[in-house]
């Protein structure tokens, strides 16, 4: 069938996926663009970027972190149980990847499942069979909460262990928040000591583990607790 000059011409399926070839296509225009846009000057200095993604910084919000660091005493103690949680963590995380390594030689290798595919490792909505569009919002939900949550950690022990805070921001790639940051000021953490600042960088993984047990408390107590079974007859 002739489709005319015009006709659609579909992209190759990179890892059977057309919409992963879409979403790597776009990428690659919107990282032409920032490059265009940061060769040619015209990015705000509050405006940075690192490769296709862009950083938003502002001073705002050290307010607020002060009156909340008040409590130098408990945030102090909080953050002493994350850094032993951190340990811990490193150590199974280790533990973890080596018994993962030593299955993955010793395993013969099975047959590929869905499960298995490539594209199901990316949590990409569409691209993941297991991940639909819809499920989309909840997504950039989870990852904003936990941004903030592990970013105002490192801030808010920033204050507590009188460190200063040059700015803080959110990293962009296009439309999606992939990473948030803190910059604390070189010459203040120099001087915290050293307990301050193994603190301060624990405090992030603690935040993420103490939001992590409460989704679960949520997710095993109301969530799972509101789910009934219907009856034969409706």
């Not at 015009?6 to 920032?34: H, M, R």
């Amino acid at each position: 069938m002739d489709h005319g000059l015009f006709a659609f011409v579909s992209p190759p399926a990179i890892y059977g996926s057309e919409l992963l070839t879409w979403v790597l296509l776009g990428l690659l225009l919107y990282w032409l663009a920032v490059i265009g846009l940061r060769n040619g000057g015209y990015l705000p200095d509050y405006i940075g970027t690192q490769g296709p993604i862009l950083t938003f910084h502002t001073k705002r919000g050290r307010v607020l972190l002060d009156r909340l660091a008040r409590p130098k005493r408990f945030w102090r103690a909080w953050s002493n149980i994350g850094v032993g949680i951190a340990l811990v963590v490193m150590v199974a995380m280790f533990a973890f990847l080596i018994q993962a390594a030593i299955t993955a030689l010793s395993t013969p290798q099975m047959a590929t499942s869905a499960v298995r595919q490539p594209r199901n490792v990316l949590v990409i909505p569409g691209v993941n069979d297991f991940l639909p569009l819809s499920a989309t919002p909840g997504i950039v939900f989870g990852l904003l909460v936990g941004l903030v949550v592990h970013e105002g950690g490192h801030g808010l022990l920033c204050r507590v262990e009188d460190i200063d805070i040059d700015s803080m921001g959110i990293a962009m790639l296009a439309v999606l928040p992939v990473g948030a940051f803190v910059e604390p000021d070189q010459e203040s953490s120099k001087s915290a000591s050293r307990g301050g600042q193994t603190r301060m960088f624990a405090a992030g993984v603690t935040n993420n583990f103490a939001i992590t047990i409460l989704a679960f408390a949520l997710l095993f107590g109301p969530v799972v607790g509101a789910i009934g079974v219907a009856s034969a007859g409706a």
